[in-house]
């Protein structure tokens, strides 16, 4: 470029008034034109110059990352669930290998095709339900990661699947550990299972922050102990950090951190008693549960009939789900802790306590018991459940013989408000304190809660039947349990429990139990006489669970209870036979042993097979016999076995 130094010279007047010719415009034009593009050209300069300093120096950290971002992934690595044992160490759920088929979204330009195909291909019978899980998983931002499509391929579609593997570059066959229960039906309600997260449990686990913790699982805790000790269980997850490339495949191994296995659980129940307790209640429906009252611990919790847990563990389907679900003796309730039935005549010990406490009977007290109880101005006869009544007796002789009349106007007189306040006491129409999820309230009534749910007021006669736990009162079988065995501890709390101690790489944790006063007696005597009274249930002479438990090797005593489905008329006698199935009776027994050092309280609920003495007394002494005399029920089960069926006496029966 020729530069025009001819511009910095001074004009001559000559030169000054003669006229331009047309070039010499044009040349200054040129020249301005060059002058603003140089400019243009340092500017950019600069610019470009300001954003590399930037880019390479400032934000050099920041760009570095998203580059490793692109280059490198952080694969989670699921931790071993905990195992779970019985008191014993016998093992009731496990982590079994099996060959998953898991799906990397990711490697795939249509992972909607792939799935059909696949699906087809090894004939895995997934249907529209499972596929809108798997795309749930994807659109959970998981296209990373390895998305399970099932855990069952038989040996003849891993074959299949090596053949075309070529094929389907997304999916891949792995080794992984899947729940397993050996023990089957026999402990669902106990320990539960684990199953698929669903939609729920994600929100669940993001809002409690544990996602990242989360991220390689598949299954969680859903029912029992599985889910209540689901943080403890689970473990903590690892990681492996890998290079990828531009298709996401993995190159190679940068790091990786193994994950923390969950800690194993000992349960306070013992395998043995478990399956006695199933096998008595077989083919009924019913509940059965065993507490050491000294710590709480839960020896057995049988809830009849029972299903196996292992079927939502593979995956249930609709149809086997729809057939439990609609099962009519309902197998999906835990008729030990979700149960409710009127707790009947089980509950007069727990009432004899209150009067004697509250100074409205004492053991000098006598009461004739009449055929019925009648309320001041009422002809309305709330009848014994003995026709022709019991006659002269003190408050020993009324829970021996579960004397009706003795308990109408022991409630009459104490009134609704008394009632409710010490049955509170014991537990009854509150949370226990179990360590599982699925436990009923149930219902103790109270003045508030009449107004609230029927709207209107309590009367006199609602009370009369709750002082034979009858009327409104429902409990839990387990409540039922727990407040006699506050009663053996003389008010000192028992906490139902099933965990005995986890274990981790750090030790074994044992459990600690609350043993603190929660009901105070104005006189040791108030606590002595109704398990007085209980131990002539089971040996006095006229004890409605004498026949049950004679001839034991230990001293036990008990109380029985027939609770009533629907009402009687006043001139109408109760006929098991002319009323349908579901409407009879429901039988029920409690009872504790040994009797001056109690190391066990065990408890029965028999729906609608009629009166407590007769049918749940002789199950609970079974019991209490496999645990206290072991030799003595192996003796009985050798001779059952030779024998066709066992018999049963006929004793007279209290509602």
Request: proline share 5%; net charge positive.
């Amino acid at each position: 470029m020729i530069f025009p130094f001819s511009l910095f010279r001074k004009e001559t007047p000559a030169e000054r008034y003669r006229v331009k010719d047309k070039s010499d415009d044009e040349g200054n034009t040129v020249f301005g034109r060059l002058c603003f593009s140089m400019f243009v050209i340092i500017c950019l300069t600069c610019v470009l110059f300001v954003r590399e300093y930037r880019l390479q120096i400032q934000e050099y950290s920041t760009y570095e990352t998203k580059s490793d971002n692109n280059r490198i992934k952080i694969v989670p690595i699921a931790p071993d669930r905990g195992l779970i044992y019985d008191r014993n160490g016998v093992l009731l759920a496990e982590n079994r290998q099996v060959n998953a088929l898991v799906a990397t979204p990711s490697k795939s330009d249509d992972i909607k095709k792939a799935y059909d195909e696949i699906n087809g291909m090894l004939g895995l019978g997934l249907d529209e339900n499972d596929k809108k899980a798997f795309m749930e998983q994807i659109r959970q931002g998981r296209a990373f990661q390895q998305i399970p499509v099932t855990d069952k391929l038989t040996e003849k579609q891993m074959a299949v699947f090596a053949v075309n593997r070529f094929r389907f570059p997304e999916f891949s066959v792995v080794p992984k550990l899947k729940r397993f229960y050996p023990m089957g039906d026999l402990l669902t309600h106990v320990v539960g299972y684990v199953a698929r997260i669903n939609t729920k449990d994600q929100e669940k686990i993001d809002a409690e922050g544990k996602t990242e913790n989360y991220a390689a699982t598949q299954d969680i805790g859903k029912l029992g102990v599985e889910k209540y000790y689901e943080d403890l269980l689970h473990g903590k997850s690892g990681y492996r950090k890998v290079e990828v490339n531009n298709r996401g495949r993995e190159i190679r191994v940068i790091e990786s951190h193994a994950p923390t296995p969950g800690n194993d659980i000992y349960l306070t129940i013992d395998v043995n008693l478990q399956k006695k307790g199933y096998e008595l209640l077989k083919g009924k429906r019913a509940g059965l549960i065993m507490i050491d009252p000294n710590n709480g611990e839960i020896l057995a919790s049988v809830s009849s009939p029972s299903y196996d847990p292992n079927l939502f563990v593979r995956g249930i389907t609709r149809k086997e789900y729809s057939e439990l679900l609609n099962n009519p003796d309902r197998p999906l309730i835990n008729r030990v802790s979700v149960g409710n039935y009127s707790p009947a005549s089980t509950i007069k010990p727990l009432m004899a306590f209150m009067g004697l406490n509250e100074k409205m009977v004492t053991t000098g007290t006598r009461f004739f018991g009449a055929p019925y109880f009648t309320l001041p101005g009422s002809t309305h006869k709330f009848r014994d459940w003995r026709k022709w009544g019991h006659g002269w007796m003190d408050i020993y002789r009324a829970i021996e013989i579960s004397a009706d009349t003795f308990f109408y106007d022991l409630a009459y007189r104490s009134g609704i408000d008394r009632i409710n306040r010490y049955m509170s006491m014991f537990g009854f129409g509150q949370p226990s304190g179990i360590d599982v999820m699925e436990e009923s309230m149930a219902n103790l009534p109270s003045r508030d809660w009449k107004r609230a749910r029927h709207h209107r007021d309590w009367y006199p006669g609602d009370t009369v039947s709750i002082g034979i736990g009858q009327g409104y009162w429902t409990t839990t079988l387990l409540q039922l349990v727990r407040a006699h065995s506050i009663l053996t501890q003389h008010g000192h709390n028992v906490v139902p429990h099933f965990m005995l101690a986890s274990a981790s790489r750090e030790g074994r944790e044992q459990n600690v139990t609350d043993r603190s006063l929660i009901i105070k007696a104005n006189s040791e005597l108030n606590w002595k006489v109704p398990l007085q009274g209980m131990y002539l249930v089971v040996n006095g002479p006229e004890g409605t669970g004498r026949r049950a438990f004679a001839g034991a090797r230990y001293v036990a005593a008990g109380k029985s209870g027939t609770a009533q489905i629907i009402g009687i008329k006043q001139d109408q006698k109760y006929n098991a036979n002319a009323i349908r199935k579901e409407h009879r009776d429901n039988a029920l027994f409690v009872a504790f042993a040994p009797f001056d050092q109690p190391k066990v309280v065990a408890g029965i609920i028999l729906e609608n097979l009629g009166g407590g003495s007769r049918f749940a007394a002789p199950l609970v002494r079974r019991m209490l016999d496999a645990y206290l005399d072991p030799a003595t029920e192996k003796a009985r089960e050798e001779k059952l076995r030779k024998e066709a069926g066992e018999g049963t006496e006929e004793n007279g029966e209290e509602h």
